[in-house]
């Protein structure tokens, strides 16, 4: 049996091989590191046999499909400390997400309160130093919902019934048996520290019409000490949280009268806000991107033929009824039906490609309450939304000069670190996908290439494309290097055919454009959330809602101060005047406390010479200048 590694070498192997026997061929030490194994396109537990010729990683604590195995793990290693702790505990899901686990649990009368968390850890920790092994087991749909049956547990009862027969396993450790389809560790003395962090609660299937759950959340290390680095992280991240931190420099609010996740932009953040869609839109413009703008809402007909409405019609907000008999409206959750009919409001030459249709645009999405965060996760938000409609000659050029804006808007703004993803189709399952062989290779090889040529560091998955075509995804890392998910580049022929888009070729016949997605912001709302963390709210200074501040140290000095303010807003730096009656340190403070860039302090001699004595925030004094000086000065650093 051959077994192909990533780097294209290929090893024989007797049929029946685990990973951890390959990983133990390779090394010892990576066998004590090795957490799961890729097979082909599936992740797999370590000791599960592999019996056909295959592809394989050995996936280690570094690679995220290893810590999702590890945190998998430990959601059952938890469970088994719940329901030896609260016997009778009924269990909804347990799956491991981006840093962490959890588990939806009922357990009965008696209510598991943030108090039990340590109880449980110490069993968990317990339970860890026995070492059970985490078996798989086949099991038959009768003998799954007989042995759940008898827990009497209708939360798996009915997860079991959704499923098809033959397609269900169990896993086992200790006393704890679970219905999963894994994959898990060896055993659970790999899981070395563990923190359980809150309590919350959850509605069965996230269904509101249904009982809700206690959500227990934790995560695990295979090291003490690596928890306790995570723990400081955490702590920088409270600091950071822009909830936070955007309630403190008055960027954003919400309102429970208005309704949750939908905040409201504050006169700070709306300067935020457009001074990143300005320039996008400066960007965009020299790119030869044209701006429209659509409503938030359309009939329900025109999400029907995009295929959101099977999307998103049954989890969003529901259609809108009209006076009129049996005519119903949608708010728009995209904006590409929109830019669809733009394209199709005229005919097309192939000459006048690529078609570049740019908006910033309101959308909407039924987004549950529990998953709702600030601006990172909303209901209503705003997406830099373009859609370039070419020829496929045309496709890899375009990817370019995608690729070119979404650089130089990280770089822009200190993301220093990001990496790609290219998400291609996978070849042995290609009933998945539309469009043709030749129109997906050649689309594939665009991206592959325009990667290549740029020196992304990028890392390829098999399988992970979109049903409609291949995309690229760009990752950051915040300041905490924490890794974000945000501009992505997604080629579309699906929606081409269902709104039957054409251009006359240079044949003089019709032919389907290619649709390019492409959002460098993602949103506005989850980038600006994402930018107060990675600056902790001190914002570069074309950024900055203030970009300084004048401190008269007493009332003597406050018309000085409303002349420099006027000479100050002629060259449109953002500067206000704090007039209060405290003395000049605690006006110093609550501008530190404020993360505004400059300082100008004002008195006797200033006003006498014409000068300001200015503080640079983290800086401290700069001495005084001419204010022609200073104006010269911040307006050189803002070029």
């Known amino acids: 049996m051959n077994i192909t590694f990533p780097d294209g070498s290929i090893k024989e192997f007797d049929q029946g091989v685990s990973g951890y026997d390959i990983a133990m061929s390779i090394s010892p030490r990576l066998a004590k590191e090795a957490l799961g194994v890729k097979v082909n ?7 599960r046999p592999i019996q056909e010729d295959s592809k394989i990683s050995i996936l280690k604590w570094d690679d995220p499909a290893g810590k999702m195995v590890f945190w998998h793990s430990s959601a059952h290693l938890m469970a088994e400390a719940i329901e030896s702790v609260f016997p009778g505990t009924k269990f909804g899901i347990g799956p491991p997400i981006e840093n962490g686990f959890y588990y939806d649990v009922d357990s009965g009368e008696k209510e598991i309160t943030q108090a039990d968390l340590e109880k449980l850890e110490r069993k968990m920790k317990e339970l860890q130093s026995e070492k059970s092994s985490y ?54 003395s790999y899981i ?69 996740g939908l905040p409201i932009w504050l006169p700070n953040g709306v300067i935020i806000r457009e001074k990143l869609i300005d320039f996008l839109k400066k960007e965009q413009r020299k ?49 590409c039906p929109h ?32 998953e709702l965060n600030g601006l990172v996760r909303a209901r209503g938000f705003t997406q830099d939304d373009a859609h370039i409609f070419c020829t496929p000659d045309q496709l890899k050029e375009e990817f370019l000069d995608v690729v070119d804006i979404i650089e130089l808007l990280f770089r822009k703004l ?30 594939e090889r665009a991206i592959i290439e325009a990667v290549e ?25 915040d300041a905490l290097g924490r890794q974000w998910q945000l501009g992505t580049v997604q080629v579309d022929y699906n929606l081409p055919e269902r709104f039957d888009l054409t251009y006359i070729g240079e044949d003089n016949q019709k032919h389907r454009p290619v649709m390019i997605h492409r959002a460098p912001f993602g949103s506005m709302e989850r980038f600006i959330g994402l930018l107060i963390e990675h600056t902790a709210g001190d914002f570069p200074l074309w950024l900055a809602p203030k970009q300084a501040i004048i401190l008269p140290i007493s009332d003597k000095y406050i018309n000085y101060a409303k002349n420099i303010w006027k000479s100050l807003d002629n060259y449109e730096i953002r500067t206000s005047i704090d007039d209060s009656n405290e003395k000049i340190g605690r006006k110093i403070r609550d501008a530190e406390l404020s993360k505004i860039p400059y300082m100008l302090i004002v008195g006797e001699r200033e006003e006498t010479e014409g000068l300001v004595s200015v503080r640079k925030r983290k800086s401290g004094d700069l001495g005084q200048f001419k204010l022609d000086d200073f104006i010269n000065s911040i307006s050189e650093e803002l070029k």
Not at 145 to 153: H, Q
Not at 301 to 313: D, I, N, R
Not at 419 to 437: F, H, V
Not at 463 to 473: T, V
Request: with cysteine; hydrophobic share 30%.
């Open 287 to 335: 790119r030869g991107y044209v701006q429209v703008i659509a409503p938030v809402i359309g009939k329900k007909e025109l999400y029907v033929t995009s295929g959101h409405y099977a999307k998103y019609g049954k989890d969003s907000f529901q259609p809108i009824k009209t006076p009129s008999e049996g005519e119903e409206y949608m708010l728009k959750p995209m904006n």
């Open 339 to 370: 830019h669809c009919e733009v394209y199709k409001n005229r005919p097309h030459s192939y000459k006048e490609l690529p078609l570049k249709i740019a908006e910033f645009g309101n959308v909407y999405r039924y987004e549950q309450s529990g």
């Open 414 to 443: 200190g993301f220093e670190e990001f990496t790609a993803q290219i998400s291609l189709r996978d070849p042995e399952n290609k009933e998945k996908y539309i469009g043709t062989d030749e129109v997906w290779e050649k689309s």
């Open 453 to 477: 040529e740029k020196g992304l560091n990028a890392v390829t998955e098999i399988g992970e494309a979109a049903f409609y075509g291949p995309k690229l995804d760009f990752m950051v890392k």
């Open 41 to 47: 396109n599936d992740i797999w537990d370590l000791t």
């Open 192 to 260: 070395k520290a563990v923190k359980l962090f809150s309590i919350a609660g959850a509605y069965w299937r996230g269904d509101e019409s249904r009982k809700q759950l206690t959500r227990i959340y934790g995560i695990t290390f295979p090291k003490q000490k690596m928890l306790e680095e995570h723990l400081v992280m955490l702590e920088e991240a409270q600091k950071r949280d822009h909830r936070k931190v955007g309630r403190e420099l008055e960027i954003f609010m919400t309102s429970d009268k208005v309704g949750a």
């Open 135 to 188: 078996v798989r087991e086949d099991i038959s749909k009768n003998d799954a919902l007989s042995l759940f049956s008898k827990k009497d547990d209708e939360y798996k009862q009915e997860l079991i019934s959704d499923l098809e027969d033959g397609d269900i396993t169990l896993y086992k450790h200790g006393n704890f048996v679970d219905l999963c389809k894994g994959p898990h560790l060896p055993n659970t």
